[in-house]
């Protein structure tokens, strides 16, 4: 989340509120003294204390989605994962990146 920040990178994130906490953390600390390793402890501790209340930013925190990269994949493999994706129960989600392949879990 750091990195996709530093390099200006959107990705969508699906609890908005908390993505927004974690990120006020970002814009307090990137600039600071301290650098990358301040800013990545402090939003990790709102991580942690989110986590702690139940509050996920994405269901990759709960291990109820992965991230499969599309970008070397030919419109063949593309196919042929969608649709096994689908058929063992998996859902697509392709408003995160265009750069992979967001999976919700079944
Ligand atoms: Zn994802």
């Known amino acids: 989340m750091y990195d996709n920040l530093k390099n200006n990178q959107h990705v969508y994130y699906l609890n908005q509120e908390a993505y927004n906490r974690i990120?006020?953390?970002?814009?307090?600390?990137h600039n600071s003294p301290g650098g990358d390793q301040v800013t990545?402890?402090?939003m990790t501790r709102v991580i942690e204390e989110q986590v702690s209340r139940g509050v996920h930013i994405s269901r990759h925190l709960?291990?109820?989605?992965?991230?499969?990269r599309n970008s070397k994949m030919s419109d063949e493999d593309k196919r042929a994962f969608e649709q096994v994706t689908y058929e063992a129960g998996g859902?697509?989600?392709r408003q995160e990146a265009k750069s992979h392949y967001h999976v919700d879990l079944p």
Do not use: C, M
């Open 23 to 29: 990120k006020r953390e970002y814009d307090r600390l």
């Open 40 to 42: 990545v402890d402090a």
């Open 62 to 68: 709960s291990g109820k989605a992965i991230d499969v």
């Open 91 to 93: 859902r697509i989600n």
